[in-house]
Structure formats: structure tokens, C-alpha cells
């Protein structure tokens, strides 16, 4: 994150997942970036989902490339799991997470994909 802010570099999580969870792991590991995920309220007597959208996972992640890409932003993006399948799609770049869903789809599919084991690998690979 050093390395892409460094650069000018806008980064950001775009997940299906729930932004309380993601914002403290994030916030431990001294990473400050935006969170933009579906919320939850952990109330006692049961706890309810906020979709972000009313997509298959609840966030259109693809949506959030294309906009970033139509605004003039090379879009990056990195992910692992079928969620980010359309995304992959939008981006000028992906990086797909060694032997996960995303990196298979995007080969059976001809889509240029990178694997990747760790961030380094993606830091490298940027030039960042």
C-alpha cells in the first residue's frame, strides 16, 4: 500500500464481504484504505445483512471498476474467488490469487490474468 500510495496510486478494497470485518483486519495490520463492502448489524437478537446492491453478491464489483475506468483510472484488480469474476472482466489488469476460482476462470476464459502468492509479487510486477 506504501509502494502504490508512493506512486500516486488510488487503492481501495472492493469486496462482497462485510465492511465491519474487513475495516478492523485491515486497521490491525496498519493498512488504511477505503472499504467499500456490505454491512451487517451484529444485533443480539439477530443479525441483518445491507447489500450494497441487489446483484448476485450483493455488490456489483464489476460496476465499481468500470466506473473507476470510465472516470480515466488504469484500474488493477486483485482477487481470488467467483465474486470477482465480473470484475476481471473491467479491468485493464488482473491479478488472480495462485490456485484459487478467479485465476481458473480466467484461463479457461483466455482473460490475461497474473497469479500471484503474495502482495510483493503484485508490488513487483507494478514496479511500485
Given at each position: 500500500m506504501r509502494a502504490a500510495h508512493a506512486h500516486g496510486a488510488w487503492v481501495g478494497v472492493v469486496s462482497a464481504g462485510i465492511r465491519q470485518v474487513i475495516g478492523p483486519a485491515l486497521e490491525r495490520a496498519g493498512v488504511d484504505v477505503p472499504v467499500f463492502a456490505n454491512d451487517v448489524d451484529f444485533n443480539p437478537a439477530g443479525w441483518a445483512?445491507?447489500?450494497i446492491d441487489d446483484s448476485l453478491y450483493g455488490h456489483d464489483k464489476a460496476a465499481r471498476v468500470r466506473a473507476a475506468r470510465d472516470g480515466g483510472a488504469r484500474t488493477i484488480?486483485?482477487?481470488?474467488?467467483?465474486?470477482?469474476?465480473?470484475?476481471?472482466?473491467?479491468?485493464?489488469?488482473?491479478?488472480?490469487?495462485?490456485?484459487?476460482?478467479?485465476?481458473?476462470?480466467?484461463?479457461?476464459?483466455?482473460?490475461?490474468?497474473?497469479?500471484?502468492s503474495s502482495f510483493d509479487e503484485i508490488r513487483v510486477a507494478l514496479l511500485l
Open positions: 445483512l445491507t447489500f484488480y486483485v482477487g481470488d474467488g467467483i465474486s470477482d469474476f465480473a470484475a476481471a472482466h473491467e479491468a485493464d489488469a488482473v491479478f488472480a490469487k495462485k490456485n484459487c476460482a478467479l485465476e481458473r476462470y480466467a484461463r479457461e476464459r483466455g482473460l490475461p490474468v497474473t497469479p500471484f
